[in-house]
């Protein structure tokens, strides 16, 4: 397992085996032949993400009204250790959890019409053209962020101006050399422009060498799940992390309708170390964001979206004001479970999903805005469906090869308080019949229970065990 390649080709190597059953090939020969193809698809990976990315983003925070200097005192509040926020009695940082790449989310770009072919924020030869009264020096600004310890995060193929004629390959190219002088690590590539051609990009980001920073980039497919290219397959994902919805808002409807967008990939294994399915970033401490109306989630919904985005392995990308210490204190205790950051950067062959939920259903909200393409006008946005889901929800993740070791997930949907019951012959692969369960937001062990757990979840809330097989003795004991 130190070769973090093998979980990526044990994945494939299980999933082709399978294929091969289906189809009648059980020859050896044709079996070395899908063994090769996996072996040659992990060797293209640029070797980043091999777990869920943790990270920062810009625009629940600052939508458009960004610029240089909240970026870089974003990235001074990352790396702050006080003893206001300490884990087990240290002083901790955000990036000390993780939380160590910042990044910004569209409009550092000088908008405007330029050159003949009236490009929005490219010139002729297809160089992009930075807003320099917001960002006087991009350069300055990631020399910054490697100062601390951080990488800095660049946006493309914007939103905010967006360019519809720059399909041609020398604005791709012009955006990546770019991001290189600038000394940009990651990379979120939006599909609000023309250019969505992520194989193009992967292409130009590998031939093009490092000025600075390190020489592969983390990339982020944003085409919302809807705009094409934005789905992977079994050997072909040349992107870090892929959206799988519409852009996410701070109620819970919109987080819960944005979480059932990821169950299609996961069910398909195609969420997996080096192309992880995305539900978009997180709202926990996000009072209020771009959107019109929102108000911000409750701490019970902030457990259940944060744990809802580990135990499914969605990248964690925070966007709320670290500087903000109202919000810190509240949200704390969620970002500085290390026990809750642990199921999140596990990997045992499955990135976590559902295996149970409630016959009956309920609606969480008036329209299911994963649906949504960014940029929705009000009638296209009245005319999305309403979003239904099961009145609870069991997801689940396996945290060591052989599933002697899972998370799960207990999540009541509903606006009472519920008694939920897990049997643990339910849950995918655990196998066990008496298991030692361990509540994660607590931190403690509440003991070894026979055949089933029995919990009260509140409204909006969650349970989060991490269940583990015991010996026979223990087995006979608890019976």
């Known amino acids: 397992q130190s070769d973090p390649t093998l979980p990526v080709v044990s994945r494939r190597c299980s999933l082709m085996w399978r294929r091969c059953e289906a189809r009648g090939l059980d020859s050896v020969q044709t079996m070395i032949r899908w063994l090769l193809l996996a072996a040659s698809a992990s060797a293209a990976e640029n070797g980043l993400a091999r777990l869920p990315p943790l990270g920062w983003r810009s625009w629940n925070l600052y939508g458009g009204n960004v610029n240089q200097t909240l970026i870089e005192g974003i990235m001074a509040s990352m790396v702050r250790r006080s003893s206001r926020y300490t884990v087990d009695g240290v002083p901790t940082s955000l990036c000390d959890l993780g939380f160590c790449d910042v990044g910004l989310d569209d409009n550092w770009q000088a908008c405007g019409r330029h050159g003949e072919g009236g490009y929005t924020y490219h ?36 939103c905010i101006c967006s360019e519809k004629k720059t399909g041609d390959r020398r604005f791709y190219a012009g955006d990546v050399r770019a991001m290189r002088e600038m000394g940009f690590d990651s990379w979120k590539l939006d599909g609000c422009g023309a250019q969505t051609d992520m194989q193009l990009w992967s292409d130009l980001i590998q031939a093009t060498p490092a000025t600075t920073g390190r020489s592969a980039i983390m990339v982020e497919n944003c085409h919302w799940g809807s705009r094409r290219p934005y789905e992977p397959t079994a050997t072909w994902c040349p992107w870090n992390f892929y959206r799988t919805s519409g852009d996410v808002r701070a109620t819970y409807g919109s987080v819960i309708g944005n979480l059932q967008s990821v169950f299609k990939f996961s069910g398909r294994n195609l969420s997996y170390p080096g192309c992880w399915a995305y539900a978009d970033m997180l709202e926990v401490g996000v009072l209020a964001s771009p959107f019109s109306g929102d108000k911000g989630l409750t701490i019970a919904e902030t457990r259940s979206h944060f744990a809802a985005w580990a135990i499914v392995s969605s990248p964690l990308t925070l966007s709320h004001d670290p500087s903000n210490l109202t919000i810190m204190d509240a949200i704390w205790p969620v970002l500085s479970n290390r026990e809750l950051l642990a199921i999140s950067q596990a990997y045992a062959g499955y990135s976590g999903g559902p295996f149970k939920e409630a016959a009956e259903g309920l609606q969480l909200a008036a329209a299911d805005t994963a649906l949504a393409r960014p940029g929705a006008s009000a009638a296209e946005l009245a005319a999305l469906p309403p979003l239904r889901v099961p009145a609870w929800q069991y997801l689940y993740k396996p945290l060591e090869w052989g599933g002697r070791k899972a998370a799960v997930l207990l999540m009541n949907h509903g606006k009472e308080a519920a008694q939920l019951t897990l049997a643990f012959a339910d849950v995918p692969g655990l196998g066990c019949r008496a298991c030692s369960v361990r509540d994660v937001w607590s931190r403690k062990d509440v003991g070894t229970f026979n055949g089933s757990v029995t919990l009260g979840v509140g409204s909006h809330d969650c349970a989060l065990l991490v269940l583990t097989h015991v010996s026979p003795h223990v087995a006979r004991a608890a019976a």
């Open 123 to 158: 010139d002729e030869e297809g160089n992009p053209l930075v807003n320099s009264e917001r960002f006087p020096s991009m350069k300055s600004m990631t020399s910054y962020a490697h100062s601390l310890g951080l990488t800095a995060g660049w946006y493309g193929n914007n």
